[in-house]
């Protein structure tokens, strides 16, 4: 079975410094790993993604993640925070089931940033 | 883009009441999905559909039911609604492409049974 852990429901920044978001994942199979960030009262919008190849993604907004299998990490960072990144943060990991592919998600991580 | 829309942003039923929501999507995706999430809790899997009329339980189907009886549209049924079942809902939809794939989800539908 395939699952992810995130380590920190609450993380709390200041404004410019360093945003360092954890996501450990357990899979059988190569993992297919996402990050979500969800602004409030909206719904999910795709950070970025590992599937094969490179293990340092970037995405969207300046954030980045980099995927090491040795520590079974896929941890979301940003070198510089800013007052729009607060936001809550889901990593996630694609099931292996069929054409389904669906997704299974870690438990969240709220970002506040601090001015 | 892909869209995914959900009828409503905010709801209010009454204990007891059958509930629907609603959910349409406009990329011709084979996955269609309903997410509940709970603080502290993420995201929940409650049923999932891979074409139409085809539908499989996810982790925490109990109290809720599915139809699909078009590819772009996907409904979650509360038979009978209670007062747990007060949460954000969330639809979304991913293509089959051969390998996992990330999804594209709607706004979100904040439900409150009274």
């Known amino acids: 079975a395939q699952s992810v852990t995130q380590l920190g429901s609450h993380v709390s920044v200041s404004e410019g410094a360093l945003v360092l978001l954890r996501c450990n994942y357990s899979?059988?199979?190569?993992?297919?790993l996402f990050w979500y960030v969800q602004y409030p009262n909206q719904g999910l919008q795709l950070l970025l993604k590992y599937t094969t190849g490179a293990t340092l993604v970037k995405g969207i907004n300046g954030f980045e993640a980099e995927f090491k299998k040795s520590e079974t990490s896929f941890h979301l960072t940003k070198p510089s925070a800013h007052m729009s990144d607060a936001a809550e943060y889901f990593c996630a990991v694609s099931g292996y089931g069929g054409a389904t592919n669906k997704l299974i998600f870690g438990t969240g991580t709220l970002l506040a940033v601090q001015p | 883009d892909v869209k995914v829309t959900q009828s409503s942003r905010y709801l209010v039923k009454r204990t007891g009441e059958k509930v629907f929501l609603e959910c349409v999507q406009d990329m011709d995706h084979e996955n269609m999905f309903w997410y509940r999430q709970d603080p502290g809790l993420g995201l929940r899997l409650i049923y999932f559909s891979y074409d139409v009329k085809m539908k499989e339980k996810g982790d925490i189907p109990e109290g809720y039911s599915v139809s699909r009886e078009k590819k772009e549209r996907f409904s979650l049924i509360l038979e009978s609604a209670s007062t747990n079942q007060t949460s954000m809902y969330l639809c979304?939809?991913?293509?089959?492409?051969?390998?996992?794939?990330?999804?594209?989800f709607g706004q979100g539908t904040r439900l409150t049974v009274v």
């Open positions: 899979s059988s199979v190569p993992p297919y």
């Open positions: 979304a939809s991913s293509p089959i492409t051969g390998g996992p794939t990330e999804a594209f």
